[in-house]
């Protein structure tokens, strides 16, 4: 069963960056496609961006310019870049392999970032 570990997350002041990991426990080569999605207090997880096995990256609106997705197949990573990040973008970070593990999505712990004003 693949798992996914993440870190990274942690307390910024706005206009700063983080950079958040995901390392799955099989090949990132093996993984088709991967995303991070984000969730505000009380509400659903949002998919922000994903990328797939050509490298071929989507954002959503929200935060396309200011996040970059990245896979380093070497070091087996999943990323993050977060720059400019503003207080609104305080949330829980996911990151997912959508239905590795015989058609079921596997999901990252999630990782806190809280952007301070």
């Known amino acids: 069963q693949v798992q996914l570990v993440e870190s990274g997350g942690g307390l910024v002041q706005a206009g700063g960056s983080l950079r958040l990991s995901c390392v799955p426990s099989v090949s990132i080569f093996s993984v088709s496609t991967m995303q991070w999605y984000r969730q505000f207090p009380g509400k659903q997880r949002d998919l922000i961006a994903t990328i797939d096995s050509r490298g071929t990256r989507t954002y959503a609106d929200s935060v396309r310019g200011r996040f970059t997705i990245s896979r380093d197949i070497a070091k087996n990573t999943l990323y993050l870049q977060m720059i400019a990040l503003k207080p609104e973008n305080t949330a829980v970070y996911y990151c997912?392999?959508?239905?590795?593990?015989?058609?079921?999505?596997?999901w990252g712990q999630g990782t806190q970032v809280t952007v301070s004003s």
């Open positions: 997912k392999a959508p239905l590795v593990n015989r058609g079921v999505d596997a």
